[in-house]
């Protein structure tokens, strides 16, 4: 026998409905973030030290040795040296808790490309002043730090994108390394939820840095190219497939309605 459902329980249960596919509609709309995405066709990189105000630029600041050009990001590795951008951060999402990172690259034989990056939580100093001037590979870190006597970087804690350290100038710091003669797509995702004692997400980031950086063993060793760079914050797969059922559930609902 079937019977039929009171008017009242339908109203509420369009009403439960209606809140929840609203909230799952403007989640779903936040699904990912972007943080930097360049295919090098309109950037640009000079030749400078890194300040404030370069920031959100769409500018790679660093040595002359770094240059775009043919729709790439290139190095001559005649001096090796470190090239910089910084983006800032607005998100209250917390559940976007990974980092995906991808890039394609060809690094000449003898040089040694590394990359860098690090996620800040507080606001940059007016007197940051970021060197570029290493050649071995690693950049000056310090000078993009909290307090740091005379460049004054970000305020807050600092978190290296492996792992979630504070960085510092090694290579052991860099997220990625290649060696020369060697070339192709990298891709990795990276979990920072874990970062400051947890519960961390792209909610508590107000900028991220990339670094790309040379050490180049001699004068004229193998040239350099960066392309597709791509830094976007992701939630867990799980919290995505929730998403899905629950959208799934509530057309399930209605059509039951």
Do not use: C
Request: cysteine-free.
């Amino acid at each position: 026998m079937k019977t039929n459902t009171p008017m009242k329980t339908k109203i509420t249960s369009l009403i439960t409905a209606g809140i929840l596919g609203t909230s799952l509609a403007s989640q779903a709309a936040v699904t990912a973030l972007t943080l930097i995405d360049d295919d090098f066709s309109s950037s640009t990189a000079v030749a400078d030290r890194f300040n404030t105000p370069d920031i959100d630029t769409d500018t790679w600041i660093g040595s002359a040795d770094w240059s775009i050009s043919g729709g790439a990001l290139t190095n001559a590795a005649t001096t090796g040296q470190s090239t910089h951008l910084i983006n800032s951060v607005s998100s209250t999402a917390t559940y976007l808790d990974k980092v995906t990172l991808s890039f394609d690259y060809s690094v000449g034989a003898g040089s040694t490309l590394y990359f860098y990056s690090t996620l800040f939580t507080g606001t940059p100093g007016a007197n940051m002043d970021g060197r570029t001037s290493k050649v071995d590979g690693t950049y000056w870190a310090n000078d993009f730090a909290n307090g740091w006597s005379g460049r004054i970087g970000f305020s807050g804690p600092e978190y290296n994108l492996v792992g979630g350290s504070t960085t510092n100038s090694s290579t052991a710091n860099a997220v990625t390394s290649f060696v020369g003669g060697t070339s192709g797509t990298f891709s990795q995702t990276y979990d920072i939820s874990g970062f400051g004692g947890g519960d961390f997400s792209i909610a508590d980031v107000s900028n991220v840095l990339a670094v790309f950086t040379v050490n180049a063993g001699a004068v004229g060793d193998g040239a350099i190219s960066i392309d597709n760079f791509n830094m976007t914050a992701v939630p867990e797969p799980s919290s995505t497939a929730l998403l899905g059922l629950g959208g799934l559930a509530l057309m399930l609902r209605r059509k039951r309605s």
